[in-house]
């Protein structure tokens, strides 16, 4: 990006404070719009992040958020991203307002924000992706399979180079928004505030019992108590599998250190593959709204 000073094209090096504007943006126009879904847009931008992010493989350092390959119709279409249109339509006002950032820092930076917004821990993040052409799109299926198990859990949060402390956590965000018939298939939320970060997806996996559900569409369980909640097959694969139920307990019983956990993860998620030249230290902290 350029801007001009007496007539002379400079270039235009975006600060800290650039940034925040472009957070401030996103987190009046999540205050303002409030017609959709359970009140926010901010669960979807979160899923935006995660989905832009977990094509990354490890051995072939390919896929991750730089890139923003999902502008483009392979990935776009992948069955997976359906209903993320939503997200990057709610983002593209902010791109045309600020230019000069990146779509795949643009949809990082949302998530993080987001998260935040929501009530959730402190995201630290920094800029340095760029949008790569369409042949860098990530081959169908890099993203996890909600009908699936604990195999397939390690195998594809392996891929992205997570253990079994991070995978639990990262699914945490569940805590957030809800699943779609005409997205996924599977049908209602997690818990009872979907628009507020919290460890409720883990207390609710361990103290309620979840049934399968009995309806036409795919597998997925609901709660014994009200029947108004789901868990997908890899959810509840958390408490099936002892690697993982550890985690869940410990998230389930102390929500500071989940917080703080998943904080951590969603920031090593949100930079997967990305070749920075600034360093860790360098994170950006911002500002939430009041
Ligand atoms: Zn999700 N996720 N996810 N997830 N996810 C859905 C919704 C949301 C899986 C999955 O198949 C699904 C992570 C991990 C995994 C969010 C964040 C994160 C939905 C419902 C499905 C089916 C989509 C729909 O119909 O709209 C699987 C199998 C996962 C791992 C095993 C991780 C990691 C996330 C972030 C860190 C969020 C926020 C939503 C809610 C989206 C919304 O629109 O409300």
């Not at 990146?102 to 009530?119: F, N, P, R």
Request: hydrophobic content about 35%; aromatic content about 12%.
């Amino acid at each position: 990006a350029y801007f001009y000073l007496n007539g002379e094209k400079k270039p235009f090096v975006p600060g800290q404070a650039d940034y925040q504007k472009v957070y401030d943006e996103i987190a009046r126009k999540l205050a303002d719009e409030t017609d959709y879904d359970d009140g926010s847009y901010g669960p979807v931008l979160v899923r935006l992040a995660w989905h832009a992010s977990g094509t990354y493989d490890k051995e072939t350092n390919t896929g991750g958020s730089n890139g923003a390959t999902m502008r483009f119709a392979p990935e776009s279409g992948h069955g997976a991203n359906a209903g993320l249109k939503t997200a990057r339509d709610f983002l593209e006002p902010i791109k045309a307002q600020f230019p000069w950032i990146t779509y795949s820092d643009l949809w990082t930076l949302a998530g993080s924000a987001a998260i935040q917004e929501l009530g959730g821990p402190v995201v630290p993040w920094r800029p340095g992706r760029e949008d790569k052409e369409i042949v860098a799109c990530t081959p169908d299926g890099r993203l996890p399979d909600a009908s699936q198990g604990h195999r397939h859990i390690r195998d594809v949060f392996g891929r992205m180079g997570f253990d079994d402390r991070e995978m639990v956590a990262l699914c945490g965000a569940h805590a957030l928004g809800r699943a779609h018939t005409d997205r996924s298939g599977f049908d209602g939320p997690w818990d009872f505030s979907p628009t507020v970060f919290s460890n409720e997806f883990f207390r609710l996996l361990v103290e309620e019992k979840w049934n399968q559900r009995k309806w036409n569409g795919p597998a997925q369980f609901t709660d014994k108590t009200t029947s108004t909640l789901m868990m997908l097959p890899t959810d509840i694969a958390l408490i099936k599998d002892k690697g993982f139920k550890s985690h869940v307990e410990r998230y389930a019983k102390d929500s500071d250190v989940f917080f703080k956990e998943f904080s951590d993860v969603y920031v090593k998620l949100l930079e997967l593959g990305v070749p920075f030249q600034s360093k860790p230290e360098d994170r950006f902290v911002f500002k939430a709204s009041e």
